[in-house]
Every structure is written in structure tokens, then in C-alpha cells.
């Protein structure tokens, strides 16, 4: 009789799930469960926030600003330094976007998917990602009116997708 081994995903890693693939993702680190700065970071408050508002300057999204602090300054938790979110202190000092960065990613994907489509027209896998992609888009835009992030006069038009980026 053939033994078969079986593999457990500890229940910490099921938590973050692909939306139409079925997968569990299983990758991801765990943050310490006390919010505070480390011994061996040397930056203060202002130093930090003058980083910010200096990669912000250089055209950094706030996710792009967290990373370069992470990896190149060695910060690894920019509210446990400054008590305020990225996003809060480019908000603060009027530096950050009009639309939020997660929305502006899934529109810049919809033009190039757009732009595939016009050289591929018989590309259904692209066709399926569009639809897949401008879905996502209008559930966001839906949270984010209800939340008020944006107005409620905003919409989302597919031949307008260009211009809502300008």
C-alpha cells in the first residue's frame, strides 16, 4: 500500500487568496505584534518625514516611498517613527495624488491591456484580463465614493482612461 504525504497551510497563510484563481497564496512575513522603533534605527521623526516628502518630490508613490525607505535607509516602520502613515504626511504637506495609488495602477494596466487589444484583436486571455481588470476598477471606485475618497460625480469611462491619468 502506497503512503501519500499531505501538506498543511498553517491557517495564518490562508488570509490572502487569489480572486479568480481558486489558489491560496502562501507567501508574506508576519509583523511584530508591538508597534515600535527599533534600537538600532538612527533617524528621528523629521528626518524621516524630509525622506518622504524628498522621494515624493522625485515622482515615488507612497508604496514605492516605503520600500526605498525599508531597503536603502533602513526604516522598516514609518508609523511607528512618525506616528502618521505615508500617505498622511504627503496629505499634511498637499503632495499627495487625486486618486489613490491602488486605482491608478489597475487604470494603467487597463491601457495597456487596451493598447495589446488594438495590435491583438483575437486575444481572448486579453480580453478576459480587461474585463477582469475595469470589474476591480468599479468596485474600488464604488468603495471609494462610499468612503469619499472620491466625489460622487467621478466615473469611470473606457474611452476615457487616458485622461483620467493626466
Known sequence: MLEIETYSIP???INMARMYSGKRGVAGSTRPIERKVPSW?????????ALI???????KTPSQIG?????TYGI???KATTHKK??????EKNMASKLPEDLVAL?????????????????????????LTE???LRLVKYYKKTGILPATWKYERENVQLLLK
Open 135 to 137: 470589474s476591480k476598477i
Open 41 to 49: 534605527q538612527k533617524y528621528k521623526t523629521a528626518e524621516v518625514e
Open 86 to 91: 505615508i500617505l498622511g504626511i504627503l496629505k
Open 67 to 71: 520600500l526605498v525607505l525599508r531597503d
Open 107 to 131: 487604470l494603467r494596466r487597463v491601457i495597456a491591456l487596451q493598447k495589446h487589444m488594438q495590435a491583438n484583436k483575437q486575444d481572448m486571455t486579453a480580453l478576459r484580463g480587461t474585463q
Open 53 to 59: 516628502l524628498k522621494l515624493a518630490k522625485e515622482g
Open 76 to 78: 522598516p516602520d514609518v
Open 11 to 13: 491557517l495564518e497563510k
